[in-house]
């Protein structure tokens, strides 16, 4: 059975940090480009960071290019989302997600078939 579990999310302050985590059981990573999705209440599902297979390649959406990396360990069979800076607008259920229709690519856009069920971020003073 295919599964991809997120961990790492919690309640933090803006400008901190949190590191997100999607690891996988049933299948390895490394022949799937990952990404990672959000979700805020009342608004639409949108991307924010996906990496290809091999982790050469990398997309981040606008609003958190320079704050957000993400990165891959495959012997872990685990991908990371590291945030930093952290803003009120961040707050959002973070899913991540597999796609083998084309893991060379690194975009938000391709079919993510694999998906998990999603950890609460939430940025608040």
């Known amino acids: 059975q295919l599964q991809l579990v997120e961990s790492g999310g919690g309640l933090v302050q803006p400008g901190g940090s949190l590191r997100l985590s999607c690891t996988a059981s049933g299948f390895t990573l490394d022949s799937y480009a990952i990404g990672w999705f959000r979700q805020a209440p009342g608004k639409e599902r949108e991307g924010v960071s996906c990496?290809?297979?091999?982790?050469?390649?990398?997309n981040y959406r606008d609003s958190v290019k320079g704050r957000f990396t993400i990165s891959r360990d495959n012997a872990k069979n685990t991908v990371y989302l590291q945030m930093n800076s952290l803003k009120p607008e961040d707050t959002a259920v973070y899913y991540c997600?597999?796609?083998?229709?084309?893991?060379?690519?690194?975009?938000?856009?391709?079919?993510?078939?694999?998906w998990g069920q999603g950890t609460q971020v939430t940025v608040s003073s």
């Open positions: 990496i290809n297979s091999s982790g050469s390649s990398t």
């Open positions: 997600a597999a796609s083998d229709s084309a893991p060379e690519s690194s975009s938000c856009h391709t079919p993510y078939d694999y």
